[in-house]
């Protein structure tokens, strides 16, 4: 049951915000909006306002707004025509920038919501401060450090017999060594005698440092709502800047494509969910960050092709042909379905491994 809602939290705020930020500059700008929906397929219950539809629908797996004008509608014949562009409140009736702007809207809103996630975590929790001593305070799961006994809590006073007397000394001397086996010498407060433990070191791809997947211990300090804003505003940036460069790395084979749909990330806020709430705010905001980006790609049924549709517009100094345009779209907006299902398949099948 928690993590059900934690899923139908996490996913129905990303969508949302992204669907508002739509909404709202359209409405602005004088676009009329047809719909608002919250998932894709049949609709299970809407809303009829007063020209827009509000609505939930089957496949919970995105949203979307329709404006007026943007795409094909059906006429009174149940034929698809596109609405003329003397009309006022057409989208395609609306200078490029506006334009411009409702699409960029969407991906902005979504690191908007990662900045709020992350403001409540320092509000609530505190601003985190790295211990400085050897203790470990984290382990990272399926990481060496884990799978060789080592428990948080946990001392790790020597690495091949070299002393290690704080965190700083430690990791140097466990970067220094990438894919070797380690001797460290463990002090447990429930074992009177130190124990000594091996554990194989992975090379870091990024940095081609020697990890075994430990954190140092944190303790947090009250932060007021100022210093929480600063440091929730920049703790977005830092994570905007590592998902580009993850991707950038995958992109270009440096390191390998471990891409995960729908399933992949219902698990993960379901483990998130269990850590408590703090932890998953923190992933809301993340997979936030990753929602915003993604969606500015230049890939056909994403608002980044949109965006490059419209700067070609404002360069030739008229649109491109709205007829081929959405059928670009369509085609995208197919393939991007198939892609989400072939990933899909490959996470239950994941799971299924993992279970056996």
Do not use: C
């Not at 393939?335 to 056996?356: C, H, N, P, Q, S």
């Amino acid at each position: 049951m928690l993590t059900t809602l934690a899923i139908v939290f996490v996913f129905g705020s990303m969508v949302m915000i992204h669907e508002f930020g739509h909404y709202i500059v359209a409405k602005w700008i004088g676009v009329k909006v047809i719909e608002f929906s919250f998932g894709f397929g049949p609709k299970i219950v809407g809303y009829q306002g007063k020209e827009t539809l509000y609505a939930l629908r089957v496949v919970p797996l995105g949203g979307f707004v329709k404006l007026h004008g943007m795409d094909a509608e059906l006429n009174e014949k149940g034929q698809p025509v596109i609405a003329p562009v003397k009309d006022a409140r057409s989208f395609m009736n609306k200078p490029v920038w506006q334009r411009m702007a409702v699409i960029v809207a969407g991906p902005i809103m979504n690191f908007v919501l990662a900045i709020i996630m992350f403001v409540s975590v320092f509000a609530y929790l505190g601003i985190p401060s790295p211990g400085s001593s050897n203790m470990v305070g984290s382990l990272v799961k399926g990481k060496p450090a884990a799978t060789s006994g080592i428990q948080p809590g946990d001392k790790i006073i020597a690495v091949n017999q070299e002393s290690t007397p704080d965190w700083t000394r430690l990791t140097e001397v466990i970067h220094s060594k990438p894919e070797q086996v380690l001797s460290l010498t463990i002090k447990r407060e429930t074992q009177p005698q130190p124990q000594i433990v091996s554990v194989k070191t992975e090379k870091d791809p990024q940095t081609g440092y020697g990890m075994i997947g430990i954190a140092p211990e944190v303790t947090y300090m009250h932060a007021s709502i100022l210093e929480s804003t600063r440091f929730g505003i920049q703790r977005s940036v830092d994570f905007t800047k590592l998902i580009i460069v993850t991707l950038t790395q995958m992109i270009t084979g440096k390191i390998p494509a471990d891409v995960g749909g729908p399933v992949m990330i219902a698990q993960v806020i379901g483990e998130g969910a269990q850590e408590g709430f703090s932890n998953l705010l923190g992933l809301t905001g993340v997979l936030s960050i990753q929602l915003g980006l993604i969606n500015l790609f230049p890939i056909p049924a994403l608002d980044g092709s949109r965006l490059v549709f419209l700067f070609i517009e404002g360069v030739r100094g008229k649109p491109l042909n709205p007829e081929k345009e959405n059928m670009i779209h369509l085609v995208g907006f197919v393939l991007l379905m198939g892609l989400m299902l072939a990933i899909t398949y490959k996470d239950i099948l994941r799971l299924f491994v993992e279970a056996g």
